[in-house]
């Protein structure tokens, strides 16, 4: 048929042309085989040495180093509550937050608009106690007088008595036995007199110290009330940067809680300012119980604040809790961490509580060791390796650590100064670029 293109190769005359090639050029047929072959090879296998990033190893001191996220907090502080004698409580003046204080400098009042009235009402009671013991003393002593009056007529009765009934002789014994009779019931009447006088002057005594109690009752719940309304104002004991409270009645709806602020109402405790002390203070951090082997007492770290870039301090770790805590809050299943503080070397007047930090600990320290990039090491069949650069190619070669850091490891042997070693693993094809 005359269909189709003529210029193409019938199948039946492929296999011709490739004998006719094999018998007059073989020696050609046989090199371009071998030069497919290594381009082959060199695109899809391994990459030279030009497109493989590397780093020099040297000897160097090593520090291994932990890096943890951490708050600040000083070392002592003073924490300004609401009275506890004062029921519910408003705020009506607060100290700004941040603001520098003096020692007796008003930092907090409360409104004293109840605590006045009650004051007032005690002390119109407080007046009127008094006036009612200035009336029961004034009775008992018309009761003294009364009955020091009725006891001694009873005496002169029994004297009188006492003479009329002795026989004189001219009176009839009728008369005089009258008159002894007489002088018994004259002795009747005084003893009842007497007991007449202790029972009244008792009972006008008792009506006095009631009186008195009552006075001294009112008199204390006024002094309560007077040292209730002194302590709705609240100075500072002593100098420093007041640090405001998050009032926990106050929760937003992204879930944090507000400092507290004008107008808030507090309860009694409540804890409302906080001073620290800036000379001395520390940091504190959650320390992953997995880490817990590698840091101690006494060890060094840097310090990076995020609110002061510009400068890097230094700090000591002062105290690890002996016992773990759990923390439901991060995780299931929850974690459990030990509280890590460190102590500031070189605080300043910038440090403000409540700062967050990123702390560097060193952990170890190696002063001669061999030192690569982390990312240098890798694991060929279960042990480390690094491929060391010779000409354009490398050579692996397995190596013994000491210690791996995050971005570096310390090598005991395997290699030595000055040699180069490969960044990422050569004999893995490399992407191409999009």
Same mark, same amino acid.
């Given at each position: 048929?005359?269909?189709?293109?003529?210029?193409?190769?019938?199948?039946?005359?492929?296999?011709?042309?490739?004998?006719?090639?094999?018998?007059?050029?073989?020696?050609?047929?046989?090199?371009?085989?071998?030069?497919?072959?290594?381009?082959?090879?060199?695109?899809?296998?391994?990459?030279?040495?030009?497109?493989?990033?590397?780093?020099?190893?040297?000897?160097?001191?090593?520090?291994?180093?932990?890096?943890?996220?951490?708050?600040?907090?000083?070392?002592?502080?003073?924490?300004?509550?609401?009275p506890?004698?004062?029921?519910?409580?408003?705020?009506?003046?607060?100290?700004?937050?941040?603001?520098?204080?003096?020692?007796?400098?008003?930092?907090?009042?409360? @409104?004293?608009?109840?605590?006045?009235?009650?004051?007032?009402?005690r002390r119109?009671?407080?007046?009127?106690?008094?006036?009612?013991?200035?009336?029961?003393?004034?009775?008992q002593?018309?009761?003294?007088?009364?009955?020091?009056?009725?006891?001694?007529?009873?005496?002169?009765?029994?004297?009188?008595?006492?003479?009329?009934?002795?026989?004189?002789?001219?009176?009839?014994?009728?008369?005089v036995?009258?008159?002894?009779?007489?002088?018994?019931?004259?002795?009747?009447?005084?003893?009842?007199?007497?007991?007449?006088?202790?029972?009244?002057?008792?009972?006008?005594?008792?009506?006095?110290?009631?009186?008195?109690?009552?006075? @001294?009752?009112?008199?204390?719940?006024?002094?309560?009330?007077?040292?209730?309304i002194?302590?709705?104002?609240?100075?500072?004991?002593?100098?420093?940067t007041a640090?405001?409270?998050?009032?926990?009645?106050?929760?937003?709806?992204?879930?944090g809680?507000?400092?507290?602020?004008?107008?808030?109402?507090?309860?009694?405790?409540?804890?409302?300012?906080?001073?620290?002390?800036?000379?001395?203070?520390?940091?504190t951090?959650?320390?992953?119980?997995?880490?817990?082997?590698?840091?101690?007492?006494?060890q060094?770290?840097?310090?990076?604040?995020?609110?002061?870039?510009?400068?890097?301090?230094?700090?000591?770790?002062?105290q690890?809790s002996?016992?773990?805590?759990?923390?439901?809050?991060?995780?299931?299943?929850?974690?459990?961490?030990?509280?890590?503080?460190?102590?500031?070397?070189?605080p300043?007047?910038?440090?403000?509580?409540?700062?967050?930090?990123?702390?560097?600990?060193?952990?170890?320290?190696?002063p001669d060791?061999?030192?690569v990039?982390?990312?240098?090491?890798?694991?060929?069949?279960?042990?480390?390796?690094?491929?060391?650069?010779?000409?354009?190619?490398?050579?692996?070669?397995?190596?013994?650590?000491?210690?791996?850091?995050?971005?570096?490891?310390?090598?005991?042997?395997?290699?030595?100064?000055?040699?180069?070693?490969a960044?990422?693993?050569?004999?893995?094809?490399?992407?191409?670029?999009?």
């Amino acid at each position: 048929m005359a269909s189709g293109n003529a210029n193409a190769v019938r199948p039946s005359t492929v296999p011709g042309r490739l004998q006719r090639l094999l018998r007059h050029h073989p020696v050609a047929l046989v090199c371009v085989v071998l030069v497919v072959a290594a381009l082959a090879y060199m695109s899809g296998v391994a990459r030279t040495g030009a497109s493989v990033p590397t780093a020099a190893v040297q000897r160097s001191e090593f520090v291994d180093i932990m890096e943890l996220r951490s708050d600040i907090r000083p070392v002592r502080s003073i924490v300004l509550a609401a009275p506890t004698q004062s029921g519910e409580l408003q705020v009506v003046r607060l100290v700004r937050n941040g603001t520098a204080v003096k020692a007796g400098d008003a930092v907090v009042e409360f @409104d004293a608009t109840s605590l006045r009235r009650q004051e007032t009402d005690r002390r119109a009671e407080l007046r009127q106690a008094e006036a009612e013991i200035e009336q029961a003393r004034a009775q008992q002593r018309i009761v003294e007088e009364a009955t020091a009056t009725n006891l001694l007529q009873a005496r002169f009765d029994v004297e009188r008595a006492r003479i009329d009934s002795v026989d004189r002789g001219f009176l009839a014994p009728l008369d005089v036995q009258r008159a002894r009779l007489g002088l018994i019931d004259a002795e009747q009447r005084l003893v009842e007199a007497e007991k007449r006088q202790v029972a009244e002057l008792a009972a006008a005594a008792a009506t006095v110290a009631g009186r008195v109690r009552r006075r @001294d009752r009112v008199r204390a719940d006024l002094e309560r009330i007077e040292r209730a309304i002194g302590s709705l104002q609240i100075k500072a004991p002593s100098a420093g940067t007041a640090s405001l409270m998050p009032n926990p009645r106050s929760g937003s709806s992204s879930g944090g809680n507000q400092d507290f602020r004008e107008g808030d109402r507090a309860w009694p405790g409540a804890s409302i300012v906080e001073l620290p002390d800036l000379s001395s203070v520390h940091l504190t951090a959650r320390l992953d119980e997995a880490d817990r082997g590698r840091v101690e007492v006494g060890q060094s770290a840097t310090v990076h604040l995020d609110a002061v870039p510009d400068k890097v301090y230094h700090s000591k770790v002062s105290q690890i809790s002996l016992l773990a805590r759990v923390d439901f809050a991060s995780s299931w299943p929850p974690t459990r961490d030990f509280d890590l503080e460190l102590v500031m070397a070189d605080p300043d007047a910038r440090l403000k509580p409540g700062m967050t930090a990123s702390v560097r600990i060193a952990v170890a320290r190696f002063p001669d060791a061999l030192v690569v990039p982390a990312r240098a090491v890798t694991l060929i069949n279960g042990r480390p390796t690094v491929y060391v650069q010779k000409g354009s190619g490398f050579e692996p070669r397995a190596v013994v650590m000491k210690r791996r850091g995050r971005e570096q490891v310390a090598l005991a042997s395997g290699v030595q100064p000055g040699e180069r070693v490969a960044l990422e693993n050569p004999t893995v094809k490399e992407r191409p670029k999009r």
